[in-house]
């Protein structure tokens, strides 16, 4: 049985890759007993993995989840025909780490009945596949919440772009026609000065905004480069 799993990923604002790792731990469940466990570790909030563990179950298998104290999940009576015909209860324990949250998922026939190492070990090796489903789920969720989050800021910092030229047009065109109306001279420069300054600072505003796209594309591209990894994550 492979007992250990690790793919390099890139997170965006991280200057190293980081390590996904799913293995298999000894965990209490909510009897305090010790169980075995398919763990994966998370670089999200317990809050965020939590959310995601229940959208994952209601999603993909129509499954009611209730919460056991602060930090259990668990889904009773469900079916996963990939592991047995017969139903379990599926419990999932949430564990705050420094880098992260530890995600153990725990499979039981019964009160008493558990896959793990020494009883149904065949079910239990097929049981990390269900945390690697969970594991790719959860990552392509939250890079489509931000590269949607990202491409809405590039949208907004090119209409502000585009608003930033036809106010400096808008500005050119006055200024052009402060020149040929004549008038008083002093007052003429010194609404065209103003009109320049503010000219500068548009030009200074989508010079910015122009830098943020770019930072913004290269996140957006290093998450997709990520999204490639995880959905090759079997």
């Given at each position: ?9 890139l997170?965006?604002?991280?200057a ?10 000894t ?10 466990s398919?763990?994966?570790r ?10 995601s ?18 930090n259990?999940?668990v ?6 025909p990939?592991?047995?015909n ?13 880098s ?28 990390e ?8 789920y959860?990552y392509e ?5 931000r590269m949607?989050e990202i ?10 772009i585009?608003?930033n030229?036809k ?8 200024i ?14 010194a ?23 770019s ?11 990520s999204?490639?990894k995880?959905?090759?994550?079997k």
């Amino acid at each position: 049985m492979k007992l250990l799993i690790t793919l390099l990923l890139l997170f965006s604002g991280v200057a190293e890759a980081q390590r996904l790792i799913v293995e298999q731990r000894t965990v209490k469940n909510e009897e305090g007993n010790d169980q075995n466990s398919w763990t994966a570790r998370l670089d999200q909030d317990m809050s965020t993995c939590m959310d995601s563990y229940e959208n994952f179950m209601k999603e993909k298998f129509r499954a009611k989840v209730d919460k056991r104290g602060k930090n259990m999940l668990v889904a009773e009576k469900i079916q996963l025909p990939e592991l047995t015909n017969l139903r379990l209860d599926q419990r999932t324990l949430f564990t705050t780490e420094a880098s992260g949250t530890a995600v153990s998922f725990m499979f039981s026939l019964g009160y008493d009945v558990h896959f793990g190492l020494d009883s149904y070990p065949d079910k239990f090796e097929k049981a990390e596949d269900f945390v690697k489903a969970f594991v790719r789920y959860h990552y392509e969720s939250a890079y489509a919440k931000r590269m949607k989050e990202i491409e809405e800021k590039i949208k907004s910092k090119q209409d502000d772009i585009e608003s930033n030229g036809k106010r400096t047009d808008r500005n050119n065109k006055s200024i052009a026609d402060n020149n040929k109306g004549g008038g008083d001279a002093d007052k003429t420069k010194a609404k065209n000065d103003k009109m320049l300054r503010e000219n500068e600072g548009y030009s200074d505003d989508s010079a910015t905004k122009r830098r943020e796209i770019s930072d913004l594309e290269d996140e957006l591209s290093n998450l997709s480069e990520s999204l490639k990894k995880v959905k090759e994550f079997k």
